[in-house]
């Protein structure tokens, strides 16, 4: 079922109503759904799709040559433009040394307005670090870059319309936004028999997924191995991970950058107040959901995954910390929510960035700012008890340390509201209370 895209797809059928011979990068991570969206646009127009693979440069070239001379069979039988696909085109280089070269004289000759091209790739370090450079005069060329990213909550929620919003957070917790990651959560099975057949079991078919991820990547794996341990004990600042690492500072900076190019880890910018002397800095961390939640609950316990029964394992190493996986995913879906009624003017004033902060006396999940300096901040509850007065009034305390009073307040919780607190809100004009089914 295809879903979402609905932009990308958009800047595709721009470029292709255009008049000219465009070329175009479409790159993201393996799995984030590059040759769906193809398969998508490409519908009832004209393509020839080559998918290249690592093999010598004669066999390369021979079997180009077949997609090739489709094209220009197309373009002798048909008069629309044609699409050329070129998929995972970074392995062209690898064993055909001169191919973008070729390629650039082969694409100068194609006549004015009937081909459209379309070059992907799921190697974002050498899209945006070294593509331009191997590519040659061919980059010169390049009319526009699609950067295809997981899915937002949304989007996710598509895929499961006969799912709950607390079991779609939930399943966002575990495994993101990747879409080949959702296509096997079935969601008429249990939380339990959906990671026993896809994750824990020896034959899951992502068992093994984050070795074999990394390693498309990256080199050295056990020393990304342990950072990403370390870093999914949520303890985010660099000097822990240099304490419990026992690496270089040097060295953790080179392979936190690595996993930070690949979208797999981020620098955590906490919002500046203006006491910025009351943040933490220097913190990192996970964004990738589905390797956060195996280098948190699953990798520290591999021992005993391979001993046990997979049921077992679950019952004593899953089971009980869902709602640690659920409440990170809150926070994280309660900000969609927010940056969607800012972009579409449902706030009071219009809003910059949302963010967290990360302060030295507390935490604040959702905190924004405006041009004209009001503040708004949010606090996101994922438990068993509603929200109540006490949590409004730790937020308020959290509050101090930015050196100002907050002018808006919006409060999520999962389990909605105690009658005080509702009440109150009720009764104030800049205190929104929202529960799940209003998201």
Known sequence: MFV??????????????SGENNMIVLYGREGVGK????RQFVKGKPC?????????????????SDKIRELQEKLKSSTGKICFVLDEFDLLKK???????????FAGMMPRGRVMFLFASSSIQWVENSMVEDMGELAGRLDSFIKLKEFTFVEMVDRFPECTTAECILIYGILGGVPS????????????????????????????????????????????????????????KLNYLYNRTGFSRAKISVYIKNLIQIDVAEKIFSY??????????????????????????????LSELSLWEPEEFYARYIKNRL???ASRAYIKVCREFMELM???????????????????????????????????????????KPMDMKDFERLLKDIEQTGKDADYYYLFSKEGFTSELAAMAENMDNIQCIDLEQM
Not at 4 to 17: D, M, N, S, T, V
Not at 52 to 63: H, K
Not at 231 to 236: F, G, N, S
Not at 349 to 373: D, H, M, Q, T, W
Request: net charge neutral.
């Open 4 to 17: 979402g895209r609905e932009k990308e797809l958009a800047q595709l059928e721009k470029q292709y109503r």
């Open 35 to 38: 040759t769906a969206l193809i």
């Open 48 to 64: 020839v799709y080559y998918q290249a693979r690592e093999w010598s440069e004669a066999e390369q070239s021979r079997y180009l």
């Open 95 to 105: 064993g055909y040394k001169t191919f973008f070269q070729e390629f650039a004289e």
């Open 181 to 236: 990651y959702l296509e096997l959560w079935n969601p008429r099975e249990t939380v339990k028999k959906n990671l026993i057949r896809i994750m824990i079991s020896g034959t899951g078919v992502l068992h093994k997924e984050a070795g074999r991820f990394l390693k498309t990547s990256l080199r050295e794996l056990p020393y990304y191995n342990t950072i990403l341990s370390v870093l999914a004990e949520d303890e985010p």
């Open 272 to 301: 500046e107040p203006d006491k910025s002397d009351s943040i933490q800095k220097g913190l990192y961390g996970i964004t990738d959901s589905f390797l956060h939640f195996w280098y948190k609950l699953v990798y520290p316990h």
């Open 323 to 325: 709602d640690e996986v």
């Open 342 to 384: 800012n972009r579409f003017g449902r706030l009071p004033v219009r809003f910059g960035n949302f963010g967290s902060l990360y302060g030295k006396s507390g935490f604040i999940p959702l905190i924004a700012g405006s041009e004209g300096g009001e503040m708004l901040v949010g606090n996101c509850l994922w438990g068993k």
